[in-house]
């Protein structure tokens, strides 16, 4: 009888392919596969997923050569059903829509959301984690934009924050 080991996972954090600076069709092939040779656990405490590392503006002009995380919440949402913290670097020139945010995270329940992208609409964040409890808000200081945060239909719609949002405001 051997005595084998299942080595099971609880955080994910891809910042290490940040380092290879393969093309964005690389990128997300190495990801699902190294996703499906993981046992990963039903919740994860922590998933970090980074910036493009080869976005140019190349994908600036092909939008679909863009590294779009879909792909690997598809791969998560077989095993994973909770993510703790959610840390997402989006890029600031080829952002996911709020249609992808919501269709990537269909199935997974968030507690402390901190996707990097500015302006985030709040209705996006209360359809994609509808039992958020603590929120990073990224603004251009778009001042619409803040007020639609601070309205009635704002951040008021997430209902289970129970820590105040974080909020960071990039100047140029």
Same mark, same amino acid.
């Given at each position: ?9 609880? =955080?994910?954090?891809?910042?290490? @392919? ?10 997300? $092939?190495?990801?699902? +596969?190294? %996703? ?8 994860? =405490? ?10 140019? #503006? +190349?994908? %600036?002009? $092909?939008?679909? #050569? @863009?590294?779009? @995380? ?20 989006? $890029?600031?020139?080829?952002? =996911? ?13 968030? #507690?402390?959301?901190?996707?990097? +992208? @500015? ?8 359809? *994609? *984690? ?15 934009? %803040?007020?639609?945060?601070?309205? $009635? ?6 209902? =289970? ?12």
């Amino acid at each position: 009888m051997s005595n084998s080991v299942i080595v099971s996972y609880s =955080h994910l954090d891809l910042s290490e @392919y940040t380092e290879m600076k393969p093309s964005p069709p690389d990128f997300l $092939n190495n990801i699902a +596969q190294s %996703l499906e040779k993981m046992n990963l656990d039903t919740i994860l =405490h922590y998933v970090y997923l980074p910036k493009d590392p080869m976005l140019s #503006e +190349q994908s %600036l002009d $092909n939008p679909d #050569e @863009y590294v779009n @995380y879909s792909v690997v919440f598809e791969s998560l949402r077989k095993k994973v059903k909770k993510i703790i913290k959610l840390k997402v670097e989006d $890029n600031e020139d080829l952002p =996911h829509s709020d249609e992808e945010i919501v269709n990537a995270l269909q199935g997974i329940d968030v #507690e402390i959301w901190d996707w990097v +992208q @500015y302006d985030l609409c709040c209705d996006t964040i209360a359809k *994609a *984690a509808r039992n958020v409890k603590e929120v990073f808000l990224y603004s251009t200081g778009n001042k619409a934009v %803040l007020q639609s945060w601070s309205s $009635n239909e704002g951040l008021n719609k997430l209902k =289970h924050v129970t820590c105040s949002a974080r909020l960071l405001i990039r100047l140029s």
